[in-house]
């Protein structure tokens, strides 16, 4: 037997993980003890990953050969990589010609590694030349990158795990890591014991297993979030509890924002938030005056048509306070899945460049062009589609070519009766996937079988900017090969049609992260004193990384912007998108359970992980059902003005009155013929981050009319 090093492939978190296997198969796994995201703890998922890597996994769950459809719905058949490649190259060619390189879009994935995300930006900009490249992680942290680049004039994370244990206040909006984030909240949850007097408070409209933590829970209403600071900082003001030092010797533009939280007074906060006005006050003291406050926030922020405003309005609070720079004190967001913060280093999204530049300069572009050896003239030289914005044009038939990579947006999109007509107009679906039965496999012209976890080499960067390595310990499953090298094959092919050099030509994974490793030199997330040996050799280290690593970022006061300060930034509270009518009365949220991952492509192969939620259900107030004469188990209709969808009901009452909650990881696969919870969730989207409204939808919940 042997073992290797590699990385969970579920969550942000990244811990380390040691696997068992003879060569050919996976026997188990277990935590890695030398890593510094888990130093030997794995949670549930974890735990049990080694039997998503089963022989009856391998044989009937995994596509392990490309596949290609005669015509749309017709059974896929088998061909060989040579021909899938050639067929592929030379569609996406012919609709180049036709319609020019911006018909083509590609949508991927942060499941992807670094190395995967360079090779398909490369693809994108510089073989096909479309600016059409973004990533699933729009659904999950966009917001939180915006609102760092805004208030802190970088996207980088401020803190690191460290400092959960060394704050003596810790403040959770809008996340749940005790299910979301397991390791995490067992060391929070170990901080607490070990420090007399700390603090926990937690922001969330559900009362969950992280709120019950909590010394103070404000469940506020869904979607005030940003009322809800504005009232904090305003009893911060009013109490002397900033710190006026701090906002002068470091920041800017305080005096605006003082202005507009002026009028919301916490009496008006509690009246906008459904909280009382005394816990206002009270958080208010102790995120102000505890020695070190840090916060910790996700997807209950992010996933907003505000998502930005309520980022910027959080760090607000760090910045009036000083709570940054220090140990234990720092805004922190959560990357959701394992590779989110390698994507965006490597600039795998529409918004972005490599090495955090941005689309929207043309010397970043000039800079990129030099880095990649090609002229500036062939890259598309602007930001392209979001991923809404791409199906959306893809529905109107703009796109014509979507090449979707290790991702499931038949399931996970929101307003999926948008997504799959838009799938169903394009002319070419190319499906890049380690699993064959999701549900965007049915619309794909082309199935691609990808390597996974466990069978794959390269590079993922955790929520704390560290970077560990995913390693191989056994050959892939069937026909299936690295994305990088699945990509980079059809790349070499488009780009002899075209008659020119290659320019994805990297034949390791390594040489790709020398490459995205240069594209990060004199950046705020420059990693060029750090090797693959190092990595190898030391361990997981996080970025930056010239002379050596560093934990904690912004410890001079100096900060990422052009000036040095941080920004305030002054922006009025929005309600959601949509409000709750008569019509549709109940404001929903999609969640995530504690054992699954999202579309549960991997995790749902695992049966035990079904024995802490085994079935999909919308959870209700008892009041609300009893109002309605609803009982537990009745099978309810949720509508919204874009579909509906029909579910068991689930009393709960931590569930806020007026709301709903259903889980985001069922699909069809689950629920017969249905859409999963984005049957009925909006497409709306935060101006600045383009990332869609996934936590509030009006919806109507009323007895099944089932025939
Ligand atoms: Fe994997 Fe996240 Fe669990 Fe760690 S906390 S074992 S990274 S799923």
């Known amino acids: 037997m042997s073992e290797t090093r590699s990385t969970c492939p579920y969550c942000g978190v990244g811990c380390g993980v040691v696997i068992e296997h003879d060569g050919q198969q996976i026997t188990g796994v277990r935590g890695d003890p030398e890593h510094p995201a888990n130093f030997g703890r794995l949670c549930t998922k974890g735990t049990n990953l080694h039997l998503t890597a089963s022989p009856v996994v391998l044989q009937h769950q995994r596509l392990r050969e490309p596949f290609k459809r005669a015509t749309r719905g017709a059974a896929p058949q088998a061909l060989t990589w040579d021909d899938a490649n050639r067929e592929i190259a030379d569609r996406l060619l012919a609709i180049r010609a036709t319609h020019g390189p911006e018909a083509i879009g590609l949508y991927?994935?942060?499941?992807?590694?670094?190395?995967?995300?360079?090779?398909?930006?490369?693809?994108?900009?510089?073989?096909?030349?479309?600016?059409?490249?973004?990533?699933?992680?729009?659904?999950?942290?966009?917001?939180?990158?915006?609102?760092?680049?805004?208030?802190?004039?970088?996207?980088?994370?401020?803190?690191?795990?460290?400092?959960?244990?060394?704050?003596?206040?810790?403040?959770?909006?809008?996340?749940?890591?005790?299910?979301?984030?397991?390791?995490?909240?067992?060391?929070?949850?170990?901080?607490?014991?070990?420090?007399?007097?700390?603090?926990?408070?937690?922001?969330?409209?559900?009362?969950?297993?992280?709120?019950?933590?909590?010394?103070?829970?404000?469940?506020?209403?869904?979607?005030?979030?940003?009322?809800?600071?504005?009232?904090?900082?305003?009893?911060?003001?009013?109490?002397?509890?900033?710190?006026?030092?701090?906002?002068?010797?470091?920041t800017e533009g305080f005096d605006a924002l003082k202005t507009l939280v002026h009028d919301w007074i916490p009496a008006r906060a509690a009246q906008v938030c459904g909280v009382?006005?005394?816990?206002?006050?009270?958080?208010?003291?102790?995120?102000?005056?505890?020695?070190?406050?840090?916060?910790?926030?996700?997807?209950?922020?992010?996933?907003?048509?505000?998502?930005?405003?309520?980022?910027?309005?959080?760090?607000?609070?760090?910045?009036?306070?000083?709570?940054?720079?220090?140990?234990?004190?720092?805004?922190?967001?959560?990357?959701?899945?394992?590779?989110?913060?390698?994507?965006r280093e490597s600039g795998g999204m529409?918004?972005?460049?490599?090495?955090?530049?941005?689309?929207?300069?043309?010397?970043?572009?000039?800079?990129?062009?030099?880095?990649?050896?090609?002229?500036?003239?062939?890259?598309?030289?602007?930001?392209?589609?979001?991923?809404?914005?791409?199906?959306?044009?893809?529905?109107?038939?703009?796109?014509?070519?979507?090449?979707?990579?290790?991702?499931?947006?038949?399931?996970?999109?929101?307003?999926?009766?948008?997504?799959?007509?838009?799938?169903?107009?394009?002319?070419?679906?190319?499906?890049?996937?380690?699993?064959?039965?999701?549900?965007?496999?049915?619309?794909?012209?082309?199935?691609?079988?990808?390597?996974?976890?466990?069978?794959?080499?390269?590079?993922?960067?955790?929520?704390?900017?560290?970077?560990?390595?995913?390693?191989?310990?056994?050959?892939p499953a069937g026909q299936s090969r690295a994305d990088w090298r699945i990509v980079r094959d059809i790349a070499l092919r488009i780009d002899a049609g075209l008659g020119r050099a290659p320019r994805l030509a990297a034949q390791t994974a390594e040489a790709l992260w020398l490459e995205h490793r240069e594209a990060t030199r004199g950046r705020d997330l420059d990693i060029t004193g750090l090797s693959w040996a190092t990595l190898d050799r030391d361990g997981p280290q996080q970025w930056p990384y010239v002379d050596g690593a560093t934990s904690r970022l912004y410890t001079s006061g100096r900060f990422a912007t052009d000036t040095g300060r941080a920004r305030f930034i002054a922006r009025p509270y929005q309600p959601p998108a949509e409000d709750t009518t008569a019509q549709h009365p109940f404001s929903l949220t999609t969640s995530r359970l504690r054992d699954q991952w999202h579309g549960m492509s991997r995790s749902g192969s695992v049966p035990r992980l079904f024995a802490h939620q085994g079935r999909p259900q919308v959870r209700l107030h008892p009041d609300d059902a009893a109002r309605r004469e609803l009982a537990e188990g009745a099978l309810v209709q949720v509508r919204s003005a874009r579909g509906e969808l029909v579910l068991p009901l689930q009393l709960d009452q931590n569930v806020a009155t007026a709301c709903a909650d259903i889980p985001m990881h069922w699909g069809e696969e689950f629920i017969g013929a249905q859409r999963g919870v984005n049957a009925v969730t909006q497409g709306a989207f935060c101006p600045d981050s383009k990332q869609p409204e996934l936590k509030f939808s009006a919806v109507a919940i009323e007895p099944a009319d089932l025939p």
Not at 305 to 334: C, D, E, M, V, Y
């Open 108 to 250: 991927i994935s942060g499941q992807l590694l670094t190395e995967d995300y360079h090779a398909f930006n490369k693809l994108a900009r510089a073989v096909i030349g479309t600016p059409h490249i973004d990533s699933n992680s729009r659904l999950c942290m966009s917001s939180a990158v915006v609102g760092y680049k805004q208030s802190l004039g970088a996207d980088a994370p401020p803190c690191s795990y460290e400092d959960i244990e060394q704050a003596d206040c810790v403040l959770v909006s809008g996340a749940n890591p005790a299910w979301a984030h397991p390791i995490l909240f067992r060391r929070l949850e170990a901080a607490r014991a070990q420090r007399p007097g700390h603090k926990l408070i937690v922001i969330d409209p559900r009362r969950t297993e992280t709120a019950e933590l909590a010394d103070l829970h404000l469940q506020i209403r869904p979607g005030t979030d940003v009322a809800l600071c504005h009232g904090l900082l305003h009893a911060m003001i009013r109490r002397s509890w900033t710190a006026p030092s701090f906002i002068e010797a470091h």
């Open 350 to 475: 529409a918004t972005l460049l490599p090495g955090h530049r941005d689309p929207a300069r043309a010397g970043d572009w000039a800079e990129i062009a030099r880095l990649w050896g090609v002229d500036a003239a062939d890259l598309p030289g602007h930001r392209g589609h979001t991923a809404v914005e791409m199906f959306e044009a893809a529905a109107r038939g703009e796109i014509k070519a979507l090449w979707i990579a290790c991702t499931n947006p038949a399931q996970s999109m929101p307003d999926q009766a948008l997504v799959r007509a838009a799938l169903e107009r394009c002319e070419l679906v190319i499906l890049q996937e380690a699993f064959a039965h999701t549900a965007t496999a049915r619309y794909a012209d082309y199935l691609l079988p990808a390597a996974t976890w466990g069978e794959k080499e390269g590079t993922v960067t955790n929520s704390e900017r560290r970077i560990s390595r995913v390693r191989a310990a056994v050959p």
């Open 276 to 343: 009382p006005e005394s816990d206002i006050w009270r958080a208010a003291e102790w995120f102000a005056t505890s020695p070190a406050s840090l916060s910790l926030y996700c997807q209950g922020l992010n996933q907003s048509s505000s998502g930005t405003a309520k980022n910027t309005a959080l760090i607000n609070l760090h910045l009036a306070t000083g709570q940054i720079g220090r140990a234990g004190a720092g805004p922190f967001s959560l990357t959701g899945q394992p590779n989110a913060m390698g994507g």
